[in-house]
C-alpha cells in the first residue's frame, strides 16, 4: 500500500470532490478557450459557424470529460497507465493499416462521431506510462543504463511510429515531453548530455543526407527547414506561410487593429488561419497586448500545475502533472514559434484556442488526470 | 509500491529541484517568446503594417462615361447603353467544347460570334474573361444566370455599350468606336493607364477619334480590398473621375436623315452650311453604314462587303472626297479678273466653240459655240471659252489665290476624319510637286475647275457661302461642349468689292432662274425663298482629238467609274442668304440633271425645315416631287423605326 492509499480516508469523497478541483486552472483554461472562441468567431466573419460553434460544444464536452476523469481517484489512472499506453500504441499501429490520409500525413482513425488522432493520445498516456513507471522504479535504479533504456524504448516506439505518419512535430513533442519526465524523475545528468550531443550529430546527418538516397526526412520536410532559415527566399512558395504569418502579426502593433478588424488573415493571406496560425489574427486584431495576455494565460496554466506538482507528496502525480504540463508547453511554445518565424513550419495546433476537436478533448483529458491528482492529493 | 519515507523524502527533493529548474527553462522560453513579439509586433509593426495594406489594397481604376453628342436639337447621335453580355473564363470552364454547347442550347448563339471568342481564348491567358455573345436580351442573361451552375466558367456581365441611334446617317461625322488595338496604343505616347483595360473603347474614326480626349474624360481610381486570390472583397474609397463632354453638334438631324435619304443610294455627297454662322447643318456621304456594327465588332462578310463595294461606303465624302469642282468654280475665276478690273460685268468675249491656245484647241461643252456672252450670259450658260479667256488674261497666281480666300486648297479644321485640303495649284506648286514649268494650258484648264484644281464638297459650300455673305465663314461642327456655346465664324468681310460679289451672285440668281440657265429646272418658285446657284460637270478622263472627231460618247454609255461628275452648288434665299449647299454626285453625269435637283430639294428642306410644299416647286413637277416626296418620307419612316429599335 502506497503512502497515497494509505492516507485516502482525508481526501474528500463524492461530489464534494467538486469543490477540491483545482479551480484557478480550470478558470484559466475557460479562459484560453474563450480567446479561441473569440478568434474563430472573427475569422469566419464575425459567424458562429462554421468554427466558434462546434468549438464551443466540444470545449463544454471536454471540460465535462475533464471533470469526470477528475472524480476518479489518481492511483486508478496509475494503474491504467500501462493498459492506455498499450492501447495507444496499438492504435498507432491501426492508423498505419487503416488510417485515414489528411492533409498528406496519415494520422486519426474515423469514429463516427469524432475522428480519433491516436498520435493526440499517445501523448498523454506515454507521459502516464513514465509517471507510473518512475513511481513503481526504486530510487537507487533510476540511473542504471538498463532502467534507463526501458523508458527510452517507451519513448522511441510511439515515436517512431508517428514520425512514419509522418508528423515530424509530434515526433518531436513526443521525445521533449518524454525527455522531460526523465529529467525530473532523477535520471543522471551524463545520459541528457549524450542525448543532446547524439541529437546533433543526427541533425547533422539529416542534412548530410538530404539527397542522397538515404535521405532520412521527406522532401517537404526539407523544404520547411529551408524555408524557415530563409523564408524570404521563396515569398510565394513554401515561404509564404512564415512570410504572411510575420505580416499579420506585426501590422497588429501595440493594440491591434481592433476586434474583427484583421485583415490579413479574414483576406486569406494565410491558410489554416483557423487551425495552426490562428495566433497570427489575434496578434493581428489585438496587437501585442492580446498576444501577451494569451501567452500570460498559458504561463500561469503551466505555473498552476508546476505548483500543484510540487505540492503533491505522491510521485506518481507529481511527476504525470509535470509532463502534462511540459506537454501542454511544448504545444503552445512550438505553435508561437512557428508563427513568429523561429521555428520551422510544423503540424502543431496552439493549444485550447485552435479549431480542432482531437487536440482539445485529449487535452481536457490530460488537464482532468492534473486536476485528479489535485483533487486525491494526499493531505 | 511502498517506499520508506527517507528514500521518498530524498526523490522528491530530486525532482522538485528539477522541476524547477525544468519551470526557469520554461519561462525563460516563454520570456523569449514575448521578446519576439514584442520586436515583431512593436518595433517592426510600421514596416509590417505596410506590407499588409500592400498585400490586401489594390488599386483599381474606374472607367470614366463617355461624353454623349448630339444635334443642335438635342436629338441623341452616340450614347451609352447598358447592355448585357455573356463572357467565359477559360479557366473555371473546364471542358470548353462542352460548356459551350450546353450553353448554345440554352440561347441563341452566333456561330461567327463563338469561332471569334475560340480563336481569342486561344490567344489569351486562361484567367482572362472572354467575350461569347454581347447585347443579350434580358430574358436569355436571366436564363443564364438561372442556370449558372450548370454552367462553370460563364458569366452574364452588365457594360456600357456605345449605342449610335441615328445607325447610318451619322456614321461618317460621328464615327465610332472600338476597342484599343495594339496599334492604338504604339501611336499615343505615355498612354493613360485607362486605355489598358482590357476592352476599353476608344474613338476610332470621325468626330469620336477627333475628340477623343474631350469625349473620354479621366478616369477615377478606387482602392478596394482584396482577398489572396485577388478577389475585391469590398471598396475602401475612392476618387471619382472626371466624364466626357457632352458634344452639341451643330447638324440637324433630321436634315441630316432627309439628305442621307435624298442622296439615296448614289455615290454622292451634300453639304448645306449656315451662312450666319458657318454651322454644318447637314454633312452627308453616301451611301453609309452602321456605325453600330463597328462597335460590336464588325464580321469579317460585313466587313469585305463595305470595302469592296465600289461606291465606297467607307469613305466620308463630303471632307475626304477630293474632285474637280468644274464648272461650279467659274465664279472664282470670274472673281479674280473682276476683282483685278480686267472685265466688266458687260464686257462681252466671242465663243466659237473652243480657244486656241498656244496652238492646241481648248474646247467649250457647247460645240457649236456660244456666240457673243456677257459675264451673266456665260456663267448661265456656263461658258468654257469665256472662262478660258478671262483666265489667260488674269493668270494663274491670281485665280489660285482668289481661290484660296474662298477657302478652296486649304485646310478647314473641322473634327472629322480625313480632312483634305484639296488643291488650289499656282505656278510655284507645280514646280514644286512636278519640277516643271507652268503651262498656258494649264491654267486654261484650272479657269473651269478641271486639270489640277481639286476640291471637297465641303470646300464649295464654304466657297458658295463665301460668295453669298462676302465674309469668311468658317465651318462649325461643333456648337457646344458641356453647354458652353463654341465660337463660331461668322468671319470678317473677305475684302473683295461688295459690287463685283453682287454681280456674280445675279449671274448665279441667272444660271436657276433665267429660262436659258444650267439649273432653270430646279429653280424654285417661291418669291421668299428664290436661289442663286452653279451647275458643274467635271471630266474624270481626257477626250482625246479622236474621240471628238468621232463624236464625244455620251456619258451614260461609259462604265460608271469614267461618267462625269456631277456637281451643284447654290444658296438662298437670293437676297437674305441664309444657306449654302453644295452636291457632288460621283459619276452622276450632268450637274444640271442630276446634282441640281438634289441640291433643290435639300435647300427648302432646310429652309423650310421639314417637307417643303408643293407650291415650292415649278408647277408642271409637282406630281413627280409629289411621287418622290412620298417615296421618301416612306423610307424616312422605315429608317426611324430601325433607328428606334436600336435605341
Known amino acids: ?87 495507444s500504441v496499438l492504435l498507432l499501429v491501426g492508423v498505419e493499416l487503416f488510417g485515414t490520409v489528411g492533409m498528406g500525413a496519415q494520422r486519426w482513425i474515423d469514429l463516427g462521431f469524432m475522428r480519433l488522432q491516436p498520435s493526440e493520445l499517445t501523448k498523454i498516456t506515454l507521459v502516464m506510462l513514465l509517471a507510473a513507471y518512475y513511481d513503481w522504479l526504486p530510487a537507487e535504479r533510476t540511473s542504471r543504463p538498463l532502467w534507463v533504456l526501458l523508458p527510452v524504448l517507451f519513448i522511441l516506439v510511439p515515436t517512431a511510429l508517428v514520425l512514419k505518419q509522418p508528423d515530424l512535430g509530434t515526433a518531436i513533442l513526443l521525445m521533449a515531453a518524454g525527455g522531460a519526465i526523465l529529467f525530473v524523475a532523477g535520471v543522471h545528468w551524463a545520459y541528457f548530455a549524450a542525448v543532446i550531443a547524439a541529437g546533433i550529430g543526427l541533425v547533422t546527418a539529416v542534412f548530410e543526407s538530404r539527397g542522397t538516397p538515404w535521405q532520412l526526412l521527406k522532401d517537404y520536410q526539407y523544404r520547411r527547414i529551408d524555408t524557415f532559415l530563409d523564408p524570404g527566399s521563396d515569398p510565394l512558395g513554401a515561404g509564404y506561410h512564415i512570410t504572411q504569418s510575420k505580416i499579420a502579426l506585426g501590422s497588429g502593433g501595440w493594440t491591434g487593429r481592433g476586434f474583427m478588424q484583421g485583415t490579413q488573415s479574414r483576406l486569406n493571406f494565410l491558410p489554416e488561419k483557423h487551425t495552426d496560425f490562428i495566433f497570427t489574427t489575434l496578434a493581428e486584431e489585438f496587437g501585442f497586448v492580446g498576444g501577451m495576455s494569451l501567452l500570460t494565460l498559458y504561463g500561469l496554466i503551466i505555473l498552476f500545475c508546476i505548483a500543484s506538482a510540487l505540492a503533491t507528496r505522491d510521485r506518481f502525480s507529481s511527476l504525470v502533472t509535470l509532463g502534462i504540463a511540459v506537454n501542454f508547453f511544448l504545444f503552445f511554445a512550438v505553435n508561437m514559434s512557428m508563427v513568429m518565424g523561429l521555428a520551422p513550419v510544423v503540424g502543431v495546433p496552439l493549444p485550447m484556442v485552435s479549431y480542432g476537436g482531437s487536440a482539445m478533448l485529449v487535452l481536457m483529458a490530460a488537464f482532468g488526470i492534473v486536476q485528479s491528482a489535485h483533487v486525491h492529493r494526499p493531505r | 509500491m511502498r517506499r520508506n519515507p527517507r528514500e521518498l523524502e530524498q526523490l522528491n527533493r530530486v525532482s522538485s529541484r528539477r522541476a524547477l529548474l525544468l519551470a526557469g527553462v520554461q519561462l525563460a522560453f516563454v520570456g523569449g517568446l514575448a521578446m519576439r513579439m514584442r520586436y515583431l509586433q512593436v518595433e517592426q509593426a510600421d514596416q509590417f503594417r505596410l506590407l499588409a495594406e500592400e498585400n490586401r489594397v489594390n488599386i483599381r481604376l474606374i472607367p470614366p462615361t463617355r461624353g454623349k453628342i448630339f444635334d443642335r436639337n438635342g436629338n441623341v447621335l452616340a450614347q451609352n447603353v447598358q447592355s448585357y453580355r455573356i463572357v467565359i473564363v477559360r479557366e473555371d470552364a473546364g471542358d ?509 428642306q432646310a429652309l423650310y425645315g421639314d417637307t417643303p410644299p408643293l407650291a415650292a416647286y415649278p408647277s408642271k413637277d409637282r406630281s413627280r416631287i409629289k411621287a418622290q416626296q412620298d417615296r421618301l418620307h416612306r423610307e424616312r419612316l422605315r429608317v426611324q423605326q430601325e433607328q428606334s429599335g436600336r435605341a
Open chain 1, 1 to 87: 500500500m502506497s503512502y497515497l492509499e494509505h492516507r485516502v480516508k482525508s481526501t474528500p469523497s463524492g461530489l464534494r470532490k467538486v469543490l477540491y478541483l483545482n479551480w484557478p486552472l480550470a478558470l484559466l483554461l475557460i479562459s484560453v478557450a474563450g480567446v479561441g472562441v473569440l478568434m474563430l468567431y472573427s475569422v469566419a466573419g464575425g459567424s458562429f459557424s462554421p468554427w466558434a460553434d462546434p468549438q464551443i460544444k466540444r470545449f463544454a464536452l471536454g471540460f465535462v470529460v475533464m471533470i469526470a476523469i477528475a472524480m476518479v481517484p489518481i492511483w486508478f489512472w496509475r494503474n491504467m497507465a500501462a493498459l492506455a499506453y498499450g492501447v
Open chain 2, 96 to 604: 470548353v467544347e462542352r460548356v459551350l454547347a450546353d450553353l448554345s442550347e440554352l440561347i441563341p448563339l452566333d456561330p461567327e460570334d463563338l469561332e471569334r471568342a475560340r480563336a481569342e481564348m486561344q490567344r489569351s491567358p486562361p484567367f482572362l474573361p472572354v467575350s461569347l455573345a454581347d447585347r443579350i436580351s434580358w430574358e436569355d442573361i436571366s436564363k443564364v444566370a438561372v442556370n449558372a451552375p450548370a454552367l462553370p466558367g460563364i458569366t452574364p456581365e452588365v457594360g456600357l455599350t456605345r449605342v449610335y441611334p441615328r445607325g447610318a446617317d451619322f456614321a461618317h461625322v460621328v464615327g465610332y468606336v472600338g476597342p484599343v488595338s495594339d496599334y492604338d496604343l504604339s501611336k499615343i505616347e505615355d498612354p493613360e493607364p485607362v486605355l489598358r483595360i482590357p476592352r476599353f473603347q476608344i474613338g476610332k474614326v470621325g468626330l469620336e477619334a477627333k475628340r477623343e480626349v474631350m469625349l473620354r474624360g479621366k478616369a477615377g481610381a478606387k482602392r478596394v480590398e482584396v482577398n489572396a486570390t485577388g478577389r475585391v472583397m469590398r471598396e475602401l474609397d475612392r476618387r471619382e473621375g472626371q466624364p466626357g463632354a457632352d458634344l452639341q453638334l451643330s447638324v440637324d438631324a433630321d436634315l441630316q436623315g432627309y439628305v442621307q435619304a435624298r442622296l439615296g443610294s448614289e455615290s454622292a455627297s451634300a453639304v448645306v452650311i449656315d451662312c450666319e454662322t458657318g454651322d454644318l447643318r447637314a454633312i452627308s456621304s453616301s451611301p453609309s453604314f452602321d456605325p453600330n456594327l463597328f462597335v460590336r465588332g464588325i464580321s469579317v462578310t460585313d466587313y469585305r462587303t463595305l470595302t469592296e463595294d465600289i461606291h465606297r461606303p467607307l469613305a466620308s465624302k463630303t471632307v475626304q472626297g477630293l474632285y474637280p469642282p468644274g464648272s461650279t468654280f467659274k465664279m472664282i475665276t470670274a472673281m479674280a479678273a473682276l476683282e483685278e478690273g480686267l472685265i466688266g460685268p458687260e464686257d462681252t468675249v466671242w465663243c466659237p466653240g473652243y480657244l486656241e491656245v498656244s496652238g492646241r484647241r481648248f474646247h467649250c461643252w457647247k460645240r457649236g459655240g456660244h456666240g457673243h456672252l456677257n459675264l451673266e450670259g456665260s456663267l448661265k450658260q456656263s461658258c468654257d471659252v469665256y472662262f478660258y479667256d478671262l483666265a489667260l488674261k488674269v493668270g494663274i497666281d491670281k485665280i489660285s489665290a482668289m481661290a484660296q480666300q474662298f477657302g478652296l486648297g486649304i485646310h478647314h479644321d473641322v473634327p472629322m476624319s480625313a480632312v483634305a485640303s484639296g488643291l488650289a495649284p499656282d505656278r510655284a506648286w507645280k514646280k514644286r510637286v512636278h519640277g516643271a514649268e507652268w503651262l498656258i494650258g494649264d491654267t486654261a484648264n484650272a479657269a473651269i475647275g478641271q486639270g489640277y484644281m481639286l476640291a471637297s464638297p465641303m470646300q464649295l459650300a464654304v466657297m458658295t457661302a463665301r460668295l453669298a455673305t462676302g465674309r469668311d465663314l468658317t465651318p462649325r461642327l461643333i456648337k457646344s461642349i458641356d453647354g458652353i456655346e463654341q465660337p463660331s465664324h461668322g468671319g470678317a468681310p473677305l475684302g473683295v468689292n461688295e459690287n463685283n460679289l453682287r454681280t456674280l451672285r445675279k449671274a448665279m440668281y441667272a444660271v436657276s432662274n433665267d429660262r436659258r440657265g444650267t439649273a432653270y429646272g430646279s429653280r424654285i418658285i417661291e418669291d421668299a425663298f428664290r436661289m442663286a446657284g452653279k451647275t458643274g460637270t467635271s471630266q474624270v478622263r481626257n477626250i482625246t482629238t479622236a474621240e471628238r472627231a468621232a463624236g464625244v460618247t455620251r456619258n451614260a454609255d461609259l462604265p460608271w467609274n469614267r461618267r462625269d461628275h456631277a456637281l451643284f452648288v447654290c444658296f438662298a434665299p437670293y437676297d437674305k442668304p441664309k444657306y449654302a449647299v453644295s452636291v457632288v454626285v460621283e459619276h452622276g453625269g450632268g450637274g444640271s440633271s442630276v446634282a441640281a435637283p438634289v441640291g433643290r430639294d435639300v435647300m427648302l
